[in-house]
């Protein structure tokens, strides 16, 4: 087969997010499997600003051929954020004001361009994740071939017309999750057979448990967030939580943070705080390993990369029962507890932190569930019974 897939953002090195990371897998699973692939994105490599801080062009990365366009400069930018306030605040917004967030969002007419003049020659175009201008406007060029790859979260956004109309247009649909999956028939009416659960390849690693601690002189146990530290993910209920429980109930436990985002810190728990911002790949896992708990609050997952990741270090993880995702996730392996409100948070800590045999059996099962359900052979078998079905 000849694909081509299309997301906001990409980097030789890897640092991007999460729904850019998985549609970047299945991109590479694809060349793997022996097709032809073509990934084509943008210029951009900040999340924030969307400037064209890269070169146009074209490169091929891990057997992909990947095209690199400019993102459109000469969006409204005030314009956008006004409607996307609007939106963000579960207020009425007009077809025509969805449209200006749309044109205004991250577009490339550079992008698009290719893609009319070349689209003909694929067999099939993936497009994701389902929030961006790029993948509202290229998923309308050849709606019959279209796969969308939605990461889709129960939010505002999602009830726009422009993103139902996206939807039904499409000829098909790729999930992370049996709720994903549930959620896009339950919100736009589609085919339950016009949609396929994937995921995404997780490839299992092996490093020392101990690393972690003795590089940032930690001599008590740890708990650990690895993502976005913002107010989407919930952060600020986590660091809120740990203090509390920290004042409750174990002086002595460490909360451990890693990756980017600014949000503010409980004065009481800042003694009991390690922040680290971004680390590397090999530094995040042996972070993991060395955990006691895993803790992943947040409400709008369409997969949990780093949930697995744990899980693939042994760690047992700890997520909010409103995190419909992440708690099938627990469900399916037997590899976490969850929690709604902050008794429960304190009651499932405490069973994580006193009890060694659940520790250790529920990082065992979760262990399991990763490496029987997100081999790459695994993902690629999903993958193309869909594009084939």
Not at 17 to 34: H, K, N
Not at 76 to 97: A, G, H
Not at 164 to 174: D, N
């Amino acid at each position: 087969m000849k694909l081509a897939f299309i997301t906001p953002r990409f980097l030789p090195e890897g640092v991007v997010g999460g729904a850019e990371t998985l549609i970047r897998d299945l991109a590479v699973t694809s060349v793997q499997a022996g097709h032809e692939v073509h990934l084509l994105t943008t210029c951009a490599s900040n999340h924030f600003t969307w400037a064209n801080d890269r070169e146009p062009g074209e490169q091929v990365v891990e057997g992909l051929k990947v095209h690199s366009f400019r993102v459109n400069e000469d969006r409204n930018l005030e314009l956008f954020l006004r409607i996307q306030d609007v939106i963000d605040k579960n207020r009425p917004v007009t077809r025509s004001d969805q449209q200006h967030w749309a044109d205004n969002n991250v577009c490339s007419r550079d992008l698009l361009a290719w893609l009319k003049q070349m689209g003909d020659s694929f067999d099939a175009i993936l497009v994701g994740p389902y929030l961006f201008g790029i993948t509202l406007q290229a998923a309308g060029v050849f709606p019959e071939k279209t796969w969308l790859i939605p990461c889709l979260h129960d939010e505002a956004f999602a009830r726009l017309e422009i993103v139902e109309e996206m939807f039904r247009a499409c000829k098909g649909y790729l999930f992370n999750s049996d709720p994903e999956k549930l959620l896009a028939e339950h919100l736009y009416g589609i085919d339950p057979e016009a949609g396929r659960v994937v995921g995404m390849a997780m490839e299992d690693f092996e490093v020392d448990a101990e690393a972690f601690a003795r590089k940032h002189g930690l001599d008590t146990p740890y708990v650990l967030y690895c993502g976005r530290q913002e107010g989407g993910k919930n952060t600020p209920l986590l660091l809120d939580y740990m203090q509390t429980y920290v004042e409750r109930r174990q002086e002595s436990v460490r909360l451990v943070l890693t990756g980017s985002g600014d949000v503010p810190v409980p004065e009481k728990l800042r003694p009991n705080l390690l922040n680290l911002g971004f680390v590397s790949e090999q530094e995040k896992h042996e972070a993991m390993a060395g955990a006691s708990v895993f803790l992943h609050p947040s409400t709008n997952e369409s997969f949990g990369i780093v949930l697995l990741e744990a899980w693939l270090a042994g760690t047992p993880v700890l997520v909010h029962d409103h995190g419909e995702v992440l708690k099938w996730q627990c469900q399916r392996s037997g590899g976490g507890l969850w929690f709604r409100y902050y008794p429960e948070f304190e009651a499932m800590m405490d069973r994580l932190l006193g009890d060694a045999e659940l520790n250790r059996d529920l990082g065992r099962k979760g262990r399991g569930y990763v490496l029987k359900t997100f081999t790459r052979a695994a993902i690629a078998d999903r993958l193309f019974a869909a594009l084939k079905g």
